[in-house]
């Protein structure tokens, strides 16, 4: 080790042998700071704030409250400014996401969140605006709404959109009620069956169950495909709808989607395409070209706007032409160059249109609306469409840099979309699952894939890197799957069973967290 003039260490230092395990006093590791919960930082006995005592006349709030005043304490924390911000901050160091490294969630689209979106999004004339305002004054976020609607429209040769579902599944769940009105309005309420396919998402059936329909489940071939044939025996005029995913949740294209949705159309039934995985798609196939009804898009996926506790979802949804007049408001009525804005069911008058109601207050997650419109300017229709092919490309190359290490899902020769499956067949009698592989992926640094899912395959592991992934980071990643796979084989599965190692917390009672959750902290 070489020292500096001072005769201070100067390469990065690693743990001496006999003090590698030996606790810290203060139980920290590095600057990684263990973190209680903030009831058990502060008491509830003081304040983080000074406040002058409540002048007489306050207490008078006992009579104007009557048996409503407060007369326990209210049990919260009482810490000052900066403690309340480290633990937040020192909770935040410990999240792992798409800006700390590769986050290659299979069905997720976990893809890199441009910072020009945020420059777009906080631009005064559109974050500082409230729903409430006249319209006359935020004439310029309608029409980025119009946009954003006409260029989600172009991109699936779709009818009519409705932009405010607040998620995929609330997506599903607005194109499903669409739906359900269709059928109310044609006087067909015998059909009370939608099919799903059992390698779907869960919020596929859940969604259907939620509006009201019995679910019947279609078999998936041995690669994940639904087949017409498989469909058609399971049609009948019961049947109000199909939900398909495409490209499927196994990361394959439904080749015979065309003829699906003619069977689907001729038995009177409507076709929903949950579009998840529409990032392998966009710019090179149109669902309305293969006779998709209705569509839900996730911004928050295909339209790199932030995930989970990063932002907002949004799940726009597009629907064809024999669904369009029963989009839920708010929407934008084009009339030649006028366009009015329609907020109420009541305001379309008698004729033609026939809105189910409405799926949110106001106008859906219009800051993310801002960040998708900004990466599709960014994008251009051939960026978008290359986007797409790096996608696919980058999973491919995964898939054939893993194929003699892994086992695929579905075969050597099978040519994947935006995401590869692989299942535990190369595990077999070695000890190790996938959840263990999984957890010894974290303490390579790595987030693991999407695990046992889809269900279809025996202990899956679902990889989508997306395009965001430089050919170097996809290298790192692989290389290390490698070195994974090969200790696997050499025999050393107590470092799986063990993992993950280096974590503030280790195997977690994952059952016992769901079975018994705990959801309120109480004092003892
Ligand atoms: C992510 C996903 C959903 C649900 O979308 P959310 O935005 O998480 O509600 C539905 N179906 C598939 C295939 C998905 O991958």
């Known amino acids: 080790m070489s020292m500096n003039r ?21 139980g920290n590791r590095g600057l990684l700071i263990e973190e209680p919960l903030l009831f058990e930082l502060g008491d509830t006995q003081t304040t983080g704030v000074d406040l002058p005592d409540l002048p007489e006349s306050a207490h008078d709030n006992e009579t104007r409250f009557g048996d409503l005043a407060r007369r326990e304490p209210i049990g919260l924390a009482g810490l000052s400014e900066p403690e309340t911000l480290r633990h937040y901050v020192r909770l935040s160091q410990k999240n792992y996401s798409i800006d700390t490294g590769i986050y290659p969630l299979g069905s997720c689209t976990m893809k890199h969140n441009p910072r020009l979106n945020e420059n777009m999004a906080r631009l005064p004339g559109f974050m500082d605006i409230h729903p409430l305002q006249p319209q006359s004054t935020v004439r310029g976020a309608i029409e980025l709404m119009d946009e954003l609607a006409h260029w989600l429209l172009e991109l699936t040769n779709m009818k009519a959109i409705a932009l405010s579902p607040k998620a995929g599944a609330h997506g599903e769940l607005c194109g499903m009620m669409a739906i359900k009105a269709a059928h109310e309005h044609a006087g067909h309420d015998q059909r009370n069956i939608v099919l799903v396919p059992d390698s779907a998402h869960g919020t596929n059936p859940a969604t259907a169950a939620l509006v009201g329909y019995r679910v019947r489940s279609v078999p998936a071939q041995k690669d994940g495909t639904v087949t017409a044939q498989s469909v058609k ?34 038995a009177g039934a409507f076709f929903y395409c949950d579009g998840a995985n529409f990032n392998a798609i966009a710019g090179k196939v149109r669902p309305g070209d293969l006779g998709v009804d209705a569509m839900h898009f996730n911004l928050h996926k295909t339209f790199s706007t932030p995930h989970g506790g990063g932002g907002p979802g949004s799940g726009p949804v597009v629907l064809s032409e024999r669904l369009a007049a029963f989009a839920p408001v708010p929407f934008l009525l084009h009339d030649g160059e006028d366009s009015r804005l329609i907020e109420n069911a009541g305001d379309v008058g008698a004729g033609k249109l026939h809105p189910f109601g409405r799926m949110t207050a106001f106008h859906g997650q219009f800051g993310m609306f801002t960040r998708a419109m900004s990466y599709m300017m960014s994008h251009g229709a051939d960026g978008l469409r290359q986007a797409s092919e790096d996608a696919v490309l980058n999973a491919n190359y995964i898939r054939a840099s893993l194929s003699e290490h892994m086992s695929l899902a579905f075969g050597e020769d ?23 592989l999984a957890k010894a992926m974290i303490d390579e640094g790595f987030h693991p894939m999407t695990v046992y899912f889809p269900l279809i395959v025996h202990g899956a592991m679902l990889i989508e890197p997306t395009e965001s992934e430089s050919k170097a980071s996809l290298d790192q990643f692989i290389e290390v799957m490698i070195a994974l796979t090969r200790d696997i084989r050499e ?5 799986f069973t063990a993992a993950p190692r280096f974590t503030p917390r280790r195997r977690l009672d994952e059952t016992g967290a769901a079975r018994k959750p705990v959801l309120r902290w109480s004092p003892e």
């Open 6 to 26: 001072q005769g201070r260490k100067t390469q990065p230092g690693t743990p001496e042998e006999s003090l590698g395990d030996q606790p810290t006093h203060s």
């Open 491 to 495: 025999g050393r599965s107590e470092v």
């Open 233 to 266: 025996e399971a049609l009948g005029d019961d049947v109000a709808a199909i939900m398909l995913t495409n490209p499927n949740t196994g990361g394959v294209f439904e080749r015979e989607i065309v003829e699906i949705a003619e069977l689907i159309h001729e």
């Open 414 to 436: 099978h040519i994947c979309m935006h995401e590869v499956l692989f299942d535990d067949e190369f595990l077999r009698d070695t000890g190790v699952t996938t959840l263990d």
